[in-house]
């Protein structure tokens, strides 16, 4: 699902989904305020947003991911595998599941590290605690679940995609916002803006007069083969198309066709076949994201063909300040050593 326009303003469809708003809210208050029943006996990193919709949570844990094996140290992603068929918990296997068992964001993180799909987070940190017992240096990156009760957080770092903000500040389904906003903000302990856009420096403000520390960082493109000004048909299927097409322009390509999609969407072979028809009739380079690549693996020929000539664009999170990944992984340990 697209995010609706009136989750950007308050406008009078916003104020009439006010009150199941409200009550939305009161329900996932009352499940956000429940206490953790289990404390994974390593320490735990989540890594969550505020709003519905893409923040930048995947790229984020890949960072972690990366600086925790940089640290010498055995980190596991935990993930609830959105939009896979598995209940888990078990360890993705890349070659063996696939995107309708484990979902892509499952096997883009395994690409780093092991990777755990489990709707139960207590169970999928059991199975952590079983796979690391042999592992100097264990440490749990959680990939969204901030919201979710039942498994205990030692560092709890909240995304904030500074171009979606929070939105009109409702509660869904009148606004974007999860939970009622000052609640959430108190549980987080660390805030990573993402992005150049215009509420960048209002949402630092904010954060800082409800006295949350908080760190910028930017997507940024990775090595491309292809050259700048290569005519391109562009594909997509995530929660702000925009953000890629931005990327595309930074690596000078030129746009000529391009398709969107749902967040997640899961790709047909006649979906395929038109693609492929409108690049070839255009005599287009195809380009697409790591997580809509990983989505063709589903498909039959089809897919099979526009996955070989897809250019898979790449995006990696820089941080303003390069030591936060290490510095957060530091922060989650000294809380659990305190526990």
């Not at 940024?220 to 702000?240: D, E, M, N, Q």
């Not at 925009?242 to 899961?266: M, P, R, S």
Request: proline share 6%; glycine share 10%.
């Amino acid at each position: 699902m697209k995010a609706p326009g009136f989750w950007t303003e308050r406008t009078t469809l916003a104020w009439l989904l006010y009150p199941l708003g409200l009550l939305y809210g009161s329900i996932s208050l009352s499940r956000f305020n429940k206490k953790p029943r289990y404390k994974a006996h390593m320490p735990v990193i989540c890594i969550g947003n505020l709003v519905l919709g893409g923040a930048g949570k995947t790229p984020t844990a890949l960072a972690l991911g990366r600086a925790a094996v940089g640290l010498n140290l055995s980190p596991v992603f935990l993930t609830r595998g959105f939009k896979g068929s598995e209940p888990g918990p078990l360890v993705v296997d890349p070659s063996r599941h696939t995107i309708a068992e484990v979902g892509d964001e499952a096997l883009l993180l395994a690409r780093v590290a092991t990777t755990i799909v489990s709707r139960d987070r207590v169970k999928g940190a059991r199975l952590a605690e079983q796979i690391s017992a042999e592992r100097e240096g264990g440490v749990i990156i959680m990939d969204d679940g901030f919201q979710n009760p039942y498994l205990h957080k030692d560092f709890n770092l909240v995304v904030v995609d500074s171009r979606q903000s929070l939105g009109n500040g409702f509660v869904f389904p009148a606004g974007p916002l999860r939970a009622p906003l000052n609640p959430q903000v108190r549980r987080a302990d660390q805030f990573l803006v993402v992005g150049e856009g215009g509420h960048a420096p209002q949402l630092r403000q904010l954060l800082a007069r409800l006295g949350k520390p908080s760190s910028h960082a930017s997507l940024r493109p990775g090595k491309c083969s292809l050259l700048g000004g290569t005519r391109v048909f562009a594909f997509c299927g995530i929660g702000h198309p925009d953000k890629f097409y931005l990327t595309l322009e930074e690596l000078e390509l030129e746009i000529v066709d391009y398709q969107d999609f749902d967040d997640h969407h899961a790709f047909t072979e006649a979906e395929a076949e038109a693609m492929l028809a409108r690049a070839e009739a255009q005599d287009l380079d195809i380009v697409t994201t790591s997580k809509d690549h990983v989505r063709l693996q589903a498909l039959g020929e089809a897919g099979a063909r526009l996955a070989r000539k897809a250019h898979v664009i790449e995006v990696e999170m820089k941080f303003d300040d390069m030591s936060f990944p290490r510095r957060v992984i530091e922060q989650a340990q000294r809380k659990f050593s305190r526990r």
